[in-house]
């Protein structure tokens, strides 16, 4: 059978597509750390966790008798918050506790600022075990 040639257009007009505006959604900007901070989290790698309890009276009293150091905190809360995460990522990797997290964003800092810590030490846990093995053969 052959088609037979359209005598009448066909009923409906055609619609030109109707193009609305959408809102691109903005990329998230990259999580940074200023000089200063990122220098915190360097200091910290010195530090062990015993630098974030609060001395006792004994020990305070031996530190007092022998001349032991304490690293002091902060006088900024906000860099202390940094220095305590800082110290437990250093010294234990992803085991960090929740309530330090926690102090960390209610110091204005994000999460995104807390995995971009932990990829850091991270790589630099990795270089020091490379540079360990090459010295080691």
């Given at each position: 059978?052959?088609?037979?040639p359209a ?9 030109s ?9 903005r990329?998230?900007a ?6 200063l ?5 360097a ?5 062990n966790?015993a630098?974030?309890r609060?001395?006792?009276r004994i020990?305070a009293?031996l530190?007092?008798l ?7 905190r ?6 202390e ?7 437990h ?9 929740a ?8 110091a ?11 990829l ?8 020091a075990?490379?540079r360990?093995?090459?010295m080691?053969?």
């Amino acid at each position: 059978i052959a088609a037979l040639p359209a005598t009448r257009p066909f009923p409906f007009p055609a619609a030109s597509p109707t193009l609305v505006p959408v809102e691109q959604p903005r990329a998230a900007a990259e999580p940074r750390l200023s000089a200063l901070e990122w220098s915190i989290v360097a200091l910290a790698e010195r530090d062990n966790l015993a630098s974030l309890r609060e001395p006792g009276r004994i020990a305070a009293a031996l530190e007092g008798l022998f001349g032991l150091a304490r690293p002091n905190r902060l006088a900024d809360p906000r860099l202390e918050a940094l220095r305590r995460v800082a110290v437990h990522v250093w010294r234990n990797r992803w085991k960090v506790p929740a309530d330090e997290i926690a102090a960390f964003k209610d110091a204005g800092f994000t999460l995104d600022q807390y995995e971009l810590i932990q990829l850091s030490i991270a790589k630099s846990h990795q270089k020091a075990r490379r540079r360990r093995r090459s010295m080691a053969r």
